[in-house]
């Protein structure tokens, strides 16, 4: 396998889009207006962003691997990588695509950064909530910076009514059954991985799909699935838009917070409707196209297919199964005495999800986008929260998918200290029901 950081010492800037690379440098200076890279010229940047790389004993210089995938075209990649391929296809059930672009076909560069931003600009329009969006383009950046682009069948995202497909060449570096819950990141392509992170769109902690995972089981979907075709050297994720089958009653809610091992339920609805027999006449479309999934995988897509008009039921909308989600919160809890004076008992730990309304989570979504955002903008963002309602600290890690050690320590004692906000327990700081209150006296000095 070609390894990312390769130079490619024929390939100068000639073979690279030139538009790609200015939308590239126009939203660096958006995450890092003030950095000392937006100065430099073309090559120098690229240099310093691992797109371009220099031979030290022989003074020759090229493109990096990396570098060609993220800035150059189509035509000039398949030179160095012949079987690379993106496509992005959507349908409403039937055989036909209703929509459908490849990188082969001429209307744009073809490479993987315009691809994702195409993709993430067609997510942000057809998903009206937020989090659905950013957990889709979350899973559509870990498969471009994990994909082995020397390996057959290409990058695909396909999505139908119910379900999205991820499809890429590569198998995963980990053990999948803890795909969901690793914290410790496995580079297949490091110099990828630095190009998109430099611009906040992922991290090299390894929670990505982890993340994915708590949000699906916020909105009550169907735990997302994943299968690695050995025989095709692929791997593909599918996250369904079906709600779950079982409901969880009142009284059970009261006592449903009992911790789980992640590692046995990651694929309990995979194995719940493996053996469930159902007609071929969707396997056999499926299997048209340019390569086959595995069967089990396909009865499951179908399965989803069922119960695709329960997608709006939303009467219990943040109270059923948010168990996953719970879990890790409880673990960063765990960690902090100054708001868990009841580690004892594991309902003190957890986000009340009840008390977690759209309109909140709504106003934290750039948060939870955009992982690297400045102090101002994390500041307005909390200071907002507050103005709805006052919110724990477990809340607000909760809400900007941050750890609590990091949102008090870098923007609530701040603000507390700039008098924006107030506690709800002054004289008791580590009351188990602490909350931030916005400090209506700021706005009227």
Not at 190 to 200: D, H
Not at 333 to 351: A, P, W
Not at 389 to 401: G, S
Not at 408 to 424: H, I, P, W
Request: some cysteine; aromatic content about 10%; overall charge negative.
């Amino acid at each position: 396998m070609l390894q990312d950081n390769l130079i490619l010492e024929h390939y100068g800037l000639n073979e690279l889009n030139f538009d790609t690379i200015k939308s590239y440098r126009d939203r660096f200076a958006e995450v890092k207006p003030a950095h000392p890279w937006n100065a430099l010229e073309t090559k120098e940047f690229l240099y310093k962003v691992g797109a371009w790389g220099k031979v030290r004993d022989t003074h020759k210089e090229g493109v990096t691997l990396a570098g060609l995938l993220l800035f150059s075209e189509e035509r000039i990649i398949t030179e160095v990588l012949p079987q690379y391929f993106l496509e992005y296809r959507e349908s409403k059930g039937n055989e036909e695509w209703t929509e459908r672009f490849t990188s082969q076909d001429g209307t744009w560069s073809g490479n993987i950064f315009d691809f994702y931003f195409h993709i993430h600009e067609i997510v942000r329009n057809s998903e009206p909530q937020p989090s659905i969006a950013s957990s889709l383009t979350e899973v559509l950046i870990n498969m471009l910076i994990h994909a082995d682009y020397n390996g057959e069948g290409g990058v695909i995202l396909e999505k139908q009514p119910s379900h999205y497909v991820f499809s890429n060449p590569g198998l995963l570096l980990v053990p999948t059954d803890s795909v969901f819950s690793n914290t410790v990141s496995q580079l297949r392509n490091p110099n990828i991985v630095k190009l998109f992170s430099l611009l906040g769109l992922c991290e090299r902690s390894g929670s990505g799909l982890k993340k994915v995972k708590q949000n699906w089981s916020l909105h009550h979907y169907k735990t997302p699935a994943i299968d690695q075709d050995v025989s095709m050297h692929r791997t593909v994720v599918m996250l369904s838009l079906s709600t779950q089958e079982r409901q969880v009653s009142s009284s059970e809610k009261d006592t449903y917070n009992t911790s789980i091992d992640d590692s046995g339920n990651n694929f309990k609805d995979v194995e719940k409707y493996q053996n469930t027999p159902e007609n071929d006449v969707e396997i056999d479309s499926y299997n048209k196209n340019e390569y086959s999934y595995n069967k089990e995988l396909i009865e499951e897509l179908k399965s989803y297919n069922n119960d695709v008009n329960s997608f709006n039921k939303e009467d219990n909308y943040y109270n059923n199964e948010s168990n996953l989600y719970n879990n890790d919160v409880n673990y960063y809890n765990n960690n902090h005495n100054s708001y868990n004076n009841e580690q004892g008992e594991n309902s003190s730990n957890l986000v009340n999800v009840e008390n977690i309304d759209t309109k909140l989570w709504d106003i934290a979504a750039l948060a939870r986008e955009k992982k690297r955002l400045s102090p101002n903008q994390m500041e307005h963002i909390i200071l907002e929260l507050c103005k709805e309602k006052p919110l724990m600290l477990k809340e607000f890690a909760y809400l900007l998918e941050r750890t609590p050690d990091g949102v008090r320590n870098n923007y609530l004692t701040k603000l507390l200290r700039k008098g924006q906000l107030q506690l709800k327990y002054p004289n008791q700081p580590n009351h188990p029901k602490q909350a931030y209150l916005f400090n209506k006296k700021d706005i009227e000095r």
